[in-house]
């Protein structure tokens, strides 16, 4: 959509206005607006538009671009044939109208194109009434400057440039898209083919779950193990694999009480399968480590680097005894503190894999930091044993109960001897890797630390794109709100890729302020009516981000998509 009364910039000065401009008509029974020359004409009281010509359909930005300077010229000449211009603008009685952040739409708009996503969803348009595209794209600009309901993304339409949406079209646009899941995952992995230096082969796979403020279950939601610790409420179960780069690839949506361990294989089949990749190779945590994903795993002949429990492992093995690692090749230059040593060996619990056992100074630290505070916590809790809220935390929370014994009569007392016995696994780790992958002990330890991209990804997708609790209660309706969800997590971690490459990264908050400061007001004068617009200047960043996307920084002739 276009913004509706474009202004040419170049005919208004601080003291002076033709009350002549140029402004975009919608009609119900046209896909694009009009431009037209209108002349504001006082009757009385009231103002009235004239319309002086109608200039033609505008598809494009470079359709508008050549009727704008059609429409100066048009605007000199009848200046020259004597009309008359208005009066002086008293700036006393201007008064701020509204504020349209443009900058959000402008890029959406851009980023719709280049991912392909709006030649997916014009794909459903159906015989919609309304424009599908332009609903989709207001649920998705509103998301990308503040997620919030599809009744708050329907009340703030004009703040972003879009007018006449009703509520009920977001509900049917939703509806409409529902079918597009697979369609715009495949896009995504095109789009990120197209634009990735390296093969895209190795996937990132991790589980969270998303809750319902409801009790209610249904074919999709229902109780499990909750990772918010909403046990109390419903939930559904959210699969992500995402690239090297955190650029999200595939997504499912399960049974909020399927467990997440039978996750793994079913994501990964349907990848192999949706886009003929054969040659995958999956990482995720241990929290997905089990003998039968394994066994599956190879079963199904996917190559795999998984995180692995080592206190699991024979005591024989002396998994933890440090005088059997061997410093990391490469690492001799490295401080002491940011060494890695290694130890490698069959897995003793999985055919056909290797084990690779890490020890690091700066993950010992880490790890003994971190018990630290929690035995600090446990004791200022157990220190007052009439506080019974406090012992009930003590017995339903994990991490206390690792470190506790609990005596006749109820008595709570620290686990030295379990405190004792967690201190000699500082800073160690392990990971089982496929021999099939044919990954050395280096790149395996590299493909594992990529891993925080998936985790990263999964913060922004539950907090700052705000897709938890979910305010829609039918099946579908969930599974098309996390697919838009994941539709605007991909075109912003697409942005940042695009920002990257242009040597310019920007963080999700450092683009979100940067869009914000990108806006059109309109004023009104109080006496004549009279109405005019003021662009924001861009920022430096601003001018990063659309310089990224090859959008034009003139402010003067900048289209306002959304």
């Known amino acids: 959509m276009l913004c509706l009364n474009i202004f040419i910039a170049t005919r208004i000065n601080l003291c002076t206005m033709l009350y002549m401009y140029v402004r975009l008509t919608y009609s119900k029974k046209s896909r694009h607006p009009?431009?037209?020359?209108?002349?504001?004409?006082?009757?009385?009281?009231?103002?009235?538009?004239?319309?002086?010509?109608?200039?033609?359909?505008?598809?494009?930005?470079?359709?508008?671009?050549?009727?704008?300077?059609?429409?100066?010229?048009?605007?000199?000449?009848?200046?020259?044939?004597?009309?008359?211009p208005d009066g002086k603008i008293d700036l006393k009685k201007l008064i701020h109208k509204k504020t349209t952040y443009d900058g959000f739409g402008i890029v959406v708009h851009k980023l719709m194109q280049l991912s392909g996503f709006s030649d997916v969803i014009r794909s459903a348009q159906g015989k919609n009434s309304f424009d599908l595209e332009e609903v989709v794209k207001l649920i998705l600009v509103q998301r990308f400057d503040l997620p919030s309901s599809k009744l708050r993304t329907f009340e703030r339409q004009e703040d972003h440039g879009f007018q006449g949406i009703d509520l009920q079209h977001i509900y049917r646009a939703m509806d409409a898209?529902?079918?597009?899941?697979?369609?715009?995952?495949?896009?995504?992995?095109?789009?990120?083919?197209?634009?990735?230096?390296?093969q895209v082969d190795c996937f990132f796979f991790d589980v969270t779950t998303l809750y319902f403020e409801s009790v209610i279950q249904d074919e999709l939601k229902d109780f499990g193990w909750s990772k918010d610790q909403k046990f109390h409420q419903v939930q559904v179960v959210l699969a992500l694999v995402v690239d090297s780069q955190g650029m999200p690839l595939a997504y499912e949506v399960f049974k909020g009480s399927l467990g997440e361990t039978k996750t793994l294989v079913p994501v990964l089949e349907n990848i192999r399968n949706r886009f003929s990749i054969n040659n995958i190779t999956v990482v995720c945590d241990r929290g997905l480590a089990s003998k039968p994903n394994v066994i599956a795993l190879q079963g199904a002949k996917f190559h795999f680097v998984i995180a692995t429990k080592l206190r699991s492992m024979s005591k024989k093995l002396k998994i933890n005894d440090l005088s059997a690692y061997s410093l990391l090749p490469g690492q001799q230059e490295v401080s002491e503190g940011e060494r890695v040593f290694i130890r490698t060996m069959k897995h003793p619990q999985y055919d056909d894999t290797l084990l690779i056992a890490t020890y690091s100074p700066k993950r010992a630290k880490k790890d003994k930091g971190d018990r630290d505070r929690l035995i600090e916590k446990l004791k200022k809790k157990l220190a007052d044993a009439s506080d019974e809220t406090s012992v009930k935390k003590v017995i339903s929370n994990g991490g206390y109960k690792k470190f506790t014994n609990i005596k006749e009569g109820s008595l709570i007392t620290l686990n030295e001897k379990a405190i004792e016995e967690d201190a000699k696994w500082d800073g160690f780790h392990g990971i089982a890797v496929s021999n099939s992958s044919k990954l050395t002990v280096d790149q395996a330890l590299s493909r594992y630390r990529d891993l925080y991209h998936v985790e990263e990804a999964f913060r922004v997708v539950k907090c700052t794109l705000k897709t938890r609790p979910v305010f829609h209660w039918v099946p579908h309706r969930i599974r098309t709100h996390v697919l838009l969800c994941f539709m605007n997590l991909f075109l912003e971690r697409f942005l940042e890729q695009l920002l990257r490459k242009e040597g310019t990264p920007l963080t999700p908050d450092r683009i979100r302020y940067a869009l914000s400061g990108v806006h059109t007001m309109i004023f009104e004068e109080s006496g004549t009516q009279k109405v005019s617009e003021m662009r924001s200047s861009l920022s430096e960043e601003a001018t990063k981000i659309l310089n990224a996307l090859k959008i034009s920084t003139d402010r003067s002739a900048q289209l306002c998509y959304v």
């Open 34 to 84: 009009t431009l037209q020359i209108v002349e504001g004409i006082r009757e009385g009281k009231k103002v009235k538009q004239k319309i002086i010509a109608s200039l033609g359909v505008i598809k494009e930005p470079k359709d508008l671009e050549k009727l704008r300077k059609l429409t100066d010229h048009l605007i000199q000449r009848l200046e020259k044939e004597g009309l008359p």
């Open 177 to 198: 898209i529902g079918s597009l899941e697979s369609e715009i995952q495949e896009q995504a992995l095109h789009t990120i083919r197209k634009i990735s230096e390296k």
